[in-house]
């Protein structure tokens, strides 16, 4: 007992060592941002894209007065409320850029709003986020609208019977029912619609079932590249004779790797990947090409900041002042309308020799 | 401003006494290795959050969800009556599962993996509980009329008979006693108090989904009852602050943000390792399990 009660006394003169009292050092000026993120866990590497994304988004705003403060939300409703309510009451951030997946956000989004401190999310895209208050805004568009986008893709190229592979989970079974909506309603038939688990690599039993609905394309809806690289491969393999298209979660290097010679002529919608400007900006500072959602969180920290120059230095003033923001971001041109969303725009991309180019 | 943070971090404790003393009944006290409680704290939350929805008062869909999950605790003691120890582990294991999968797919109902924003705040004779305070006050009244009702469960001859059941069930059977009942409203008790505080859980949070009831929960009940000490009324409630401060504590740290979620987690790991490797029964523990 005594050992525990020394180790546990080293380990609190640890914490108390380590933390810094923010009263000591803190300017009147300065404005802190929380950055709310999965730095944990599968979906860690968002966090650190965005992260970056955010950096350099805070560089090119010219401001230096903002000080970020960094939680984990690790992707997770209750993690997200004791990270938002830390960032709050413990650090005092007036605006904080996240969170980065639906569920959190949505969990974080009622604590913010009783403290009056607005959310900037950069890659939420359940269509929920929309009616979640007042103070939750997002850069990125809701899959209400990649799901429409998507629909029209498919049926512009002449396409009009549609087969789904979607994964069971929140963006999959939102995006899904969007795309399904549109494509009837353009007057194309979707033939089958078949979910799979978030990292399934064995689709064959819904790849079978597409093919005896007699698709003559094939959209498939995934985050995960695994699970993307087998779907394109088990199409080929069972003998599917259909155009492929994709989500944004099939737009990497290591699906056009991976999948080899069957991933030729996927189409692809996605989110912007950054401007130009951005993408050099990003490789200057890190070395390395831009991450998901990257160019998304430097223009949810350049929003705050566009609010922060119109003169608003508490939560509720910058919250007034983003509804009033126009600018044109490194995603596009971002202006939040009542609902704190933004319309957005997205990028075709196909594959040819096994690489993306983009379409015109 | 800190004492925000502080009664968010006293709710979630509050609840999670509730949700693993409730364990603590069947794994500790009856020595059912039973690794699907979280499905049970995850049935009160879903029957709460719905009933909720449906504009069902929050006293009615509080005590619904603790009376569901214990008749899913009796189906699921009577569905592995013939299974001991590892298998039963296993098979219990498998139930959290299927809860989850059936979450994911019932989609008319749960809204499968969307899960179900904006859940109200309960209101209590027409009071709306709302702020971190009133929340930390109304969760902490329940929790102590929990552990009433709980150490009276214990302290009781069924509680001796729980006991008995754990440390040699043959030898009670001898005696005439019926051990699968024993077991049954052992599990059901365990299972209502899970269901209670998962109905906590989701009014706090506002938000639920299939995962927020899933394997790194169930590791975690399992990780305070060990940390505590298995059978240790006040072991649990000691753990469970343990477990549930540290990881927040070491929110305090200043680490880079590059290595933040990794570091944090090696550190409490570590922490753990060293409390078992100094006390192997847990905390406050007397009895280990086979």
């Not at chain 2, 009133?134 to 009781?156: A, D, G």
């Not at chain 2, 060990?226 to 990881?247: D, M, Q, R």
Request: charged content about 15%.
């Amino acid at each position: 007992m005594k050992k525990i009660i020394v180790i546990l006394s080293v380990f609190l003169l640890m914490v108390l060592g380590c933390a810094t009292p923010d009263t000591t050092t803190q300017e009147t000026t300065t404005i802190k941002v929380g950055v709310l993120g999965p730095f944990s866990g599968d979906a860690a590497s968002y966090g650190e894209s965005i992260k970056n994304g955010i950096e350099v988004g805070l560089e090119a705003s010219g401001l230096d007065n903002i000080e970020l403060v960094i939680e984990d939300s690790k992707c997770d409703g209750k993690e997200a409320v004791s990270a938002v309510n830390k960032l709050i009451s413990l650090d005092g951030v007036q605006a904080i850029v996240g969170g980065v997946c639906s569920g959190g956000t949505l969990a974080a989004a009622p604590i913010a709003e009783q403290n009056q401190v607005p959310m900037v999310s950069p890659s939420s895209t359940s269509p929920d986020i929309t009616d979640a208050g007042d103070y939750l805004f997002r850069v990125v568009p809701s899959d209400a609208f990649q799901g429409a986008f998507g629909a029209k893709l498919v049926y512009d190229k002449g396409y009009r019977k549609l087969g789904v592979l979607y994964s069971n989970e929140d963006y999959g079974v939102g995006f899904n029912k969007v795309l399904s909506e549109n494509f009837a309603e353009l007057g194309g038939e979707v033939v089958a619609s078949e979910a799979h688990e978030r990292t399934s690599v064995d689709l064959r039993a819904q790849i079978t079932k597409v093919k005896e609905a007699g698709a003559d394309a094939v959209y498939i809806i995934s985050n995960s590249a695994d699970s993307a690289v087998a779907a394109m491969k088990q199409i080929k393999e069972l003998g599917l004779e259909v155009a492929l298209f994709g989500s944004e979660g099939l737009k990497g290097d290591v699906i056009t790797d991976n999948a080899g010679d069957t991933a030729e002529g996927l189409f692809v919608t996605s989110v912007s990947g950054g401007t130009q400007a951005f993408i050099d900006a990003h490789n200057a500072k890190f070395e390395s090409n831009p991450g998901p959602f990257a160019a998304q969180g430097a223009d949810a920290i350049q929003a705050i900041a566009w609010a922060i120059k119109l003169g608003a230095s508490t939560g509720a003033e910058i919250k007034d002042n983003l509804y009033k923001v126009e600018f044109e971001g490194d995603s596009g041109s971002i202006k939040f309308d009542e609902n704190g969303d933004v319309f957005g725009s997205y990028e075709v991309f196909v594959v040819k020799d096994g690489a993306f180019v983009a379409e015109e | 401003m800190i004492e925000n943070y502080l009664m968010h971090l006293m709710i979630l404790i509050g609840i999670y006494i509730i949700l693993v003393q409730g364990y603590n009944i069947a794994l500790g006290y009856a020595g059912l290795l039973n690794l699907g409680h979280i499905a049970f704290f995850g049935i009160g939350a879903y029957t709460s959050a719905i009933l909720s929805k449906m504009g069902v008062p929050f006293f009615i869909g509080f005590i619904l969800g603790g009376i569901i999950a214990a008749i899913f605790g009796y189906f699921l003691v009577y569905s592995t009556r013939k299974l001991k120890g590892d298998y039963l582990a296993l098979a219990t294991l498998g139930f959290s599962f299927v809860f989850t999968s059936i979450m994911l797919n019932w989609k008319s109902l749960t809204r499968g993996p969307l899960g179900i924003p904006g859940i109200m705040k309960p209101s209590v004779f027409g009071v709306i509980i709302k702020s971190n305070f009133e929340y930390m006050i109304f969760v902490w009244i329940i929790l102590l009329v929990c552990l009433y009702i709980m150490w009276r469960i214990i302290k009781s001859p069924f509680g001796r008979l729980m006991e008995a059941v754990r440390d040699d069930e043959t030898g009670l059977k001898v005696l005439g006693k019926n051990t699968f009942a024993i077991k049954y409203k052992a599990m059901m008790i365990s299972a209502f108090f899970g269901g209670l505080a998962g109905s906590l859980f989701a009014h706090y949070l506002s938000y639920i989904d299939p995962n927020t009831f899933y394997l790194m929960e169930i590791i975690l009940v399992l990780t305070i009852v060990i940390i505590g000490g298995v059978a240790s009324f006040k072991g649990t409630i000691i753990a469970t602050f343990i477990i549930i401060l540290i990881p927040e504590f070491l929110r305090l740290l200043s680490i880079p943000s590059s290595i933040l979620g990794p570091s944090r987690q090696i550190l409490y790991s570590l922490i753990l390792l060293i409390i078992l490797i100094y006390k192997p029964r847990g905390i406050f523990g007397r009895v280990d399990l086979t």
